[in-house]
């Protein structure tokens, strides 16, 4: 199986970090925060290629067309050096989480196989090898086109994530209805991880292009048509590292060791 991690968004809310250091490359404990990711995705025994989102020089801003550039240069560099043939960089136009999966997955020419797709940006640990082969019986069991990574927020906390309702069918979690950043009365606690699998010769021609969050179209379309399943995990701890202040918490749970990264399968980590 092949993995792409969505790793080209701006940083913006960790200016002036991101200005010196990619956000991908900002480091936890003296470990960037892509290889807490990547560690997560060894833990498979079977991925043989991840595929990295990286910024593109898009912008009509010259200042931002040459941060996006120099930062998509620093993570190839530092991810080749580091893992070698293991992953390959694709600089993208960064049109939110649908078109810079369908960009990836055009140019790396993945287009009728199951994808592992994963956010750069999301701290947790867990053992991928679980996830593929839930994700494998629900799709013998109910034929599902893809599979979602759940875990249980406060209700408080229902506004900030996307946010799935499950059904258990003939010992499936069944995702029945999904909404991104719903208010406090959606019927469900369980929330989107940041790691996914899609059947591509079911979904590939219904990820948009455009600049869409694949969270608001094809999520919401397999829910409807019972072809989503939820992995659901009992994770440890789980953070988004997008401001400076989760940042700085992240850090200090790390030094407390409070959060520990996963252990890759088979010694695959560099």
Same mark, same amino acid.
């Given at each position: 199986?092949? @993995?792409?991690?969505?790793?080209?968004?701006?940083?913006?809310?960790?200016?002036?970090?991101?200005?010196?250091?990619?956000? &991908?490359?900002? &480091?936890?404990?003296?470990?960037?925060?892509?290889?807490?990711?990547?560690?997560?995705?060894?833990? !498979?025994?079977?991925?043989?290629?991840?595929? %990295?989102?990286?910024? $593109?020089?898009?912008?009509?801003?010259?200042?931002? +067309? @040459?941060?996006?550039?120099?930062?998509?240069?620093?993570? /190839?560099?530092?991810?080749?050096?580091?893992?070698?043939?293991?992953?390959?960089?694709?600089?993208?136009?960064? +049109?939110?989480?649908?078109?810079?999966?369908?960009? %990836?997955?055009?140019?790396?020419?993945?287009?009728?196989?199951?994808?592992?797709? @994963?956010?750069? /940006?999301?701290?947790?640990?867990?053992?991928?090898?679980?996830?593929?082969?839930?994700?494998? !019986? =629900?799709?013998?069991?109910?034929?599902?086109?893809?599979?979602?990574?759940?875990?249980?927020?406060?209700?408080?906390?229902?506004? +900030?994530?996307?946010?799935?309702?499950?059904?258990?069918? #003939? $010992?499936? #979690?069944?995702?029945?209805?999904?909404?991104?950043? &719903?208010?406090?009365?959606? &019927?469900? /606690?369980? =929330?989107? !991880?940041?790691?996914?699998?899609?059947?591509?010769?079911? %979904?590939?021609?219904?990820?948009?292009?455009?600049?869409?969050?694949?969270? +608001?179209?094809?999520?919401?379309?397999?829910?409807?048509?019972?072809?989503?399943?939820?992995?659901?995990?009992?994770?440890?701890?789980?953070?988004?590292?997008?401001?400076?202040?989760?940042?700085?918490?992240?850090?200090?749970?790390?030094?407390?060791?409070?959060?520990?990264?996963?252990?890759? !399968?088979?010694?695959?980590?560099?």
């Amino acid at each position: 199986m092949k @993995a792409v991690i969505l790793a080209a968004g701006k940083g913006t809310r960790l200016r002036p970090l991101t200005y010196g250091i990619p956000k &991908p490359l900002l &480091p936890i404990k003296g470990k960037p925060i892509i290889d807490w990711v990547i560690s997560n995705i060894l833990t !498979a025994n079977n991925i043989e290629k991840i595929y %990295v989102a990286i910024p $593109g020089a898009v912008s009509n801003d010259f200042q931002e +067309r @040459a941060l996006a550039h120099t930062h998509g240069i620093c993570i /190839d560099s530092y991810l080749k050096s580091v893992y070698g043939d293991m992953i390959e960089t694709i600089p993208t136009p960064q +049109r939110e989480t649908a078109g810079d999966l369908k960009f %990836v997955l055009e140019e790396a020419d993945i287009k009728d196989e199951p994808i592992l797709v @994963a956010y750069g /940006d999301n701290l947790t640990t867990f053992n991928m090898q679980k996830m593929i082969s839930h994700h494998k !019986a =629900a799709r013998e069991r109910k034929n599902i086109s893809a599979t979602l990574m759940l875990f249980k927020v406060p209700r408080k906390d229902i506004p +900030r994530f996307g946010m799935a309702a499950t059904e258990k069918i #003939d $010992g499936i #979690d069944m995702i029945t209805r999904y909404a991104e950043k &719903p208010d406090g009365s959606f &019927p469900s /606690d369980l =929330a989107h !991880a940041g790691y996914y699998i899609l059947e591509l010769e079911d %979904v590939f021609d219904s990820i948009p292009t455009n600049n869409i969050k694949i969270e +608001r179209s094809l999520f919401p379309q397999m829910a409807e048509a019972r072809k989503f399943s939820g992995f659901i995990e009992n994770l440890p701890f789980w953070m988004d590292i997008g401001t400076k202040e989760a940042y700085e918490d992240a850090n200090k749970k790390a030094h407390d060791g409070l959060i520990i990264p996963s252990t890759p !399968a088979n010694n695959q980590e560099r």
